[in-house]
Structure formats: structure tokens, C-alpha cells
């Protein structure tokens, strides 16, 4: 199993950014998927999970209707769009594999800072 | 959606065993077996421990052990090693969501 995250960066208040992350190694059409972040020095938080057809999303209460979870099956990829980002949105991103809400597997994170 | 209440810090000696609790409600930890523990060393990305209370994934040593009672779980690290120093986290199911524990370091003295 292989997760790749990209596309953190620095992002002003108020800004947008996506997050990709690029899977192999396993069977992703069938996978639940999820992102969990971790804030500088802090501990783990689940963001938002995704059903292998992409048909259900659930979201942690802070980011939802800020943030939107989606998947591209035939490309093997997970994403993360993210709006309207938030000094406290600052934190190491990864992407895991999830099964019966465990992660099984992670990617090495991609790190988000919200700063002016 | 609040955090599992761990302990934040634990120790212990090589060869001595170690409890990390975990404390939720009847809403998550209390209300499902779903539990899983996750090891993280400084810089790296979590590993999977211990998941649904008990279980372990292949290659994770016995000396790693899951249980729950109630509203609390437990991680139990027997024979303390020097490399399983690092932050612990648990994780429950919570209705459709998950939530994570604040962590607990782990120092082997």
C-alpha cells in the first residue's frame, strides 16, 4: 500500500487549497478512504471519511461546510478541497485507508499552514 | 465530538509493563468495538497497533494488547523496549465519525 499526499502549502485567511492524495498497492474502488490532521505539536484528528463509490461523506463538525471530501475511483485518488481555511486549519494532512473506522494505512502527510 | 481522555504522559522501566487508558461514552468507546490504538514516533506518520479493542495487525509484537470495559479501553505494553518509546493515540467508532484520543507519550526510563 502506498499513499502520497501533496498540495500543502501556505495559504492566507480565508483562502483555498486542495490536497490529492495519489494511491497504489491496493484495491481503491473498494476502500474506504479518510483524512486525519495533526496540528503543530497536537494530537490526531479525524477530518472527514469517504464510502469506496463516493456516494457518502461525513465530516468533523469544524470543518463541515468548509471542507469536501471526494474521490476519482479510475485514478486511484483522494482529495480534499478546502475553503474558507482558518488559522486553526494549520496542521499536517494525511490521507489513511480505512477499514471499520481504523486506519489501516497512511501517507506521509502534507503540511497546510494558515498564516498571513 | 470531543476527544478520548488518555493520560498525557506514561513510563516505564525495560522489561516492566505499561497501561494507556482510554475514556470515552457510552456514545463511542462504551457503545461499539471499534477501538484502535495507534503508535507514532516523532516526525513519522501513525501505525496501526491494536484495532477493533483487541485484534493486531500481522507483524505488530504480542507484547501489544488491547481491552475495554465499559467506557474505557486500555492498551497494555508488556516487556517495555527502548523503541516503543513514542505518543500513543486511541480511536472509537462514534456513530458515523471518528474520534481520537488526546495521546499519551510514552518514556522508557
Known amino acids: 500500500v502506498q499513499l502520497v499526499e501533496s498540495g500543502g502549502g501556505l495559504v492566507q485567511p480565508g483562502g483555498s487549497l486542495r490536497l490529492s492524495c495519489a494511491a497504489s498497492?491496493?484495491?481503491?474502488?473498494?476502500?474506504?478512504m479518510s483524512w486525519v490532521r495533526q496540528a503543530p505539536g497536537k494530537g490526531l484528528e479525524w477530518v472527514a471519511h469517504i464510502k469506496p463509490d463516493g456516494s457518502d461523506k461525513y465530516y468533523v463538525d469544524s470543518v463541515r461546510g468548509r471542507f469536501t471530501i471526494s474521490r476519482d475511483n479510475a485514478e486511484t485518488s483522494l482529495y480534499l478541497q478546502m475553503n474558507s481555511l482558518r488559522a486553526e486549519d494549520t496542521a499536517v494532512y494525511y490521507c489513511?485507508?480505512?477499514?471499520?473506522?481504523?486506519?489501516?494505512?497512511w501517507g506521509q502527510g502534507t503540511l497546510v499552514t494558515v498564516s498571513s | 465530538q470531543s476527544a478520548l481522555t488518555q493520560p498525557r504522559s506514561v513510563s516505564g522501566s525495560p522489561g516492566q509493563s505499561v497501561t494507556i487508558s482510554c475514556t470515552g461514552t457510552?456514545?463511542?468507546?462504551?457503545?461499539?468495538?471499534?477501538v484502535s490504538w495507534y503508535q507514532q514516533h516523532p516526525g513519522k506518520a501513525p501505525k496501526l497497533m491494536i484495532y477493533?479493542?483487541?485484534k493486531r495487525p500481522s507483524g505488530v509484537p504480542d507484547r501489544f494488547s488491547g481491552s475495554k470495559s465499559g467506557n474505557t479501553a486500555s492498551l497494555t505494553i508488556s516487556g517495555l523496549q527502548a523503541e516503543d518509546e513514542a505518543d500513543y493515540y486511541c480511536?472509537?467508532?462514534?456513530?458515523?465519525?471518528?474520534?481520537f484520543g488526546e495521546g499519551t507519550k510514552l518514556t522508557v526510563l
Open positions: 489513511t485507508t480505512e477499514d471499520w473506522y481504523r486506519s489501516d494505512s
Open positions: 480511536c472509537s467508532k462514534a456513530g458515523t465519525y471518528k474520534v
Open positions: 498497492g491496493f484495491t481503491f474502488r473498494s476502500s474506504w
Open positions: 457510552s456514545s463511542d468507546v462504551g457503545g461499539y468495538n471499534y
Open positions: 477493533d479493542v483487541s
